[in-house]
């Protein structure tokens, strides 16, 4: 059995949890097995199926307590800083020389022509928007589908998030919410990129009754055949 | 697996969170004890996901309070019991629950007249 908690243990290090916090989960663990195997149960009856995959299950607990470290260390976000100011850098110089080059030419009598734009299309022939998902701030707490009773102390207003799910720019997404029987709200959203999202923050009316439902709608964009997910509802009951 | 384990899996997926802040609500309890609390209630979490990443998110959600104490001759365990917060998850949990489970009966039973053994 200890051969699982050095496992995780091995797992922990490469995920570069803290090791006071490893060291207490791989203690709880090794003592959990001790006293599974002395009541005869097996490891599978303490572990469930992560018995048979030690690494996942070491990295689905320490995900699960938030205390998985960022990969990325101060050096290389000095690395990275350094990057993105070469970078400012070499455009800076192109636009300069650009700008000299243009000063130069401009006795220039031949007639200008204005570069044209390029249509504001990628990739991909799926189009269309997504209401993503809501929730009650402050607490912040996630409105699931299905969900009736929210939790939330004293709710002061409503997140809803929507993007752009297709492989296209669109250039113009409506949101529509309504909340409660009388409320409504429009948003638009302007030139949301493939795989952007937006949210908005409506301030609960202060007529609500403590049950309401909240709808969610984006109008179909130009060319968007799936409407699936451009409408959400919820049904929303204030907790203590 | 077949598919009754696979839904009976799914199924109590769903709920294994509430389950683990019942049984540790009857009093502070470490990981292994509170295995040993659902098997005797006749709920093996054998074939199921671990409890200790669920015990994780419920800590890290502020549903759970924990302290280390001595357990019975043994080494010190973390124990866990349910914060105020989770106490309040627990009861709505509940009600969603038997919500739930009453509308499926609604359905299911009717089901249930129709099928001969």
Not at chain 1, 198 to 227: H, M, Q, W
Not at chain 2, 93 to 117: C, F, H, K, M
Request: proline letters at 6%; hydrophobic letters at 40%; one cysteine or more.
């Amino acid at each position: 059995m200890s051969q699982f908690v050095e496992e995780c243990r091995r797992e922990w290090k490469r995920l570069r949890v803290p090791r006071a916090l490893a060291d207490e989960m791989a203690e709880d663990l090794a003592a959990d097995l001790r006293e599974a195997e002395a009541d005869g149960a097996s490891e599978e009856e303490v572990l469930g199926s992560g018995a048979s995959d030690p690494r996942a299950f070491a990295a689905a607990w320490a995900n699960e307590r938030g205390i998985v470290r960022p990969r990325r260390s101060g050096r290389f976000r000095t690395r990275g800083l350094v990057i993105m100011g070469a970078l400012v850098l070499c455009v800076f110089l192109v636009v300069a020389a650009g700008l000299i080059a243009s000063l130069a030419s401009s006795g220039s009598t031949a007639p200008r022509t204005a570069t044209a734009v390029a249509p504001a299309v990628v990739p991909g022939g799926i189009v269309g928007t997504s209401i993503f998902g809501a929730g009650v701030l402050p607490s912040n707490v996630a409105l699931a589908s299905g969900r009736r009773t929210v939790l939330a102390r004293r709710p002061q207003a409503i997140a809803i998030t929507f993007g752009n799910t297709g492989g296209q720019i669109v250039e113009l997404a409506h949101l529509t919410v309504q909340i409660g029987l009388n409320h409504t709200y429009q948003f638009t959203a302007r030139r949301l990129v493939p795989n952007s999202h937006k949210t908005v923050r409506i301030t609960l009316p202060a007529d609500l009754p403590s049950r309401f439902k909240v709808l969610a709608v984006t109008r179909p964009v130009p060319g968007e055949t799936n409407t699936h997910n451009n409408e959400r509802i919820w049904r929303v009951t204030i907790g203590r | 697996m077949a598919v009754e384990e696979r839904r009976r899996s799914q199924l109590l997926r769903g709920v294994l969170d509430l389950c683990l802040l019942a049984v540790m609500d009857e009093g502070p309890a470490y990981g292994y004890e509170m295995t040993k609390r659902l098997r005797a209630r006749g709920l093996p979490i054998v074939g199921e996901g671990s409890i200790y990443p669920l015990l994780g998110r419920l800590e890290s959600a502020g549903l759970v309070d924990t302290y280390r104490a001595e357990s019975d001759g043994g080494p010190p365990r973390k124990y866990y019991t349910p914060s105020p917060r989770g106490r309040r998850a627990l009861a709505a949990g509940v009600a969603e629950w038997r919500a739930t489970r009453d509308s499926v009966d609604a359905v299911l039973g009717l089901v249930e007249a129709e099928v001969y053994p």
